[in-house]
């Protein structure tokens, strides 16, 4: 896990400027809702991070990369800074994480990130607010989607479970 996260970390830093694709489907003209990324357990140089990443396997803007870009420089100062953005009111795939965000790539390399991630499908509500949240743990994390009143909207996507060495 943690040569991923340097693997992931070394591309980012290598591929200079990252194109994302919008989270809405060219030419679409429908109803849309919003779905947020959310943070927990800010501490300084790290927090839990719960992000949409893809929408119908195309790469969008998350708050992790907006984090990293807009805190370069800072070394152990991070400010969590959260994407929101517009999404189709039609059936889609929607690909949701959950990880702990570290300040630096030392943190990273060495840090636990408690990772999970998957893919769900989601048929969003025409002018709703979703927001992404999770719960991270060294036994096991989890992600989903709720909507504005804290309701559980979405299949919740689950890590394997570790087992005690």
């Not at 839990?48 to 984090?67: C, M, P, Q, R, W």
């Not at 036994?139 to 989903?144: C, D, R």
């Amino acid at each position: 896990m943690k040569k991923f996260i340097v693997l992931v970390t070394s591309l980012l830093l290598l591929s200079g400027c990252v194109s994302f694709k919008s989270s809405l489907p060219e030419g679409y003209s429908g109803t849309t809702s919003t779905i947020s990324d959310s943070f927990s357990n800010h501490e300084g140089s790290t927090a839990h991070f719960y992000i949409v990443n893809k929408v119908n396997g195309l790469a969008i803007e998350d708050s992790g990369y907006k984090t990293r870009v807009v805190n370069s420089g800072r070394g152990f100062n991070m400010t969590p800074t959260m994407v929101s953005r517009e999404v189709a009111t039609i059936s889609q795939i929607i690909s949701i994480a959950g990880f702990v965000q570290f300040a630096t790539d030392g943190q990273a390399m060495f840090g636990d990130s408690m990772l999970v991630t998957g893919d769900i499908e989601f048929t969003p509500v025409a002018g709703e607010r979703y927001k992404v949240n999770g719960k991270l743990t060294k036994n096991g994390s989890e992600v989903w989607l709720e909507n504005s009143s804290g309701e559980v909207v979405s299949e919740v996507v689950k890590s394997a479970v570790k087992k005690a060495s």
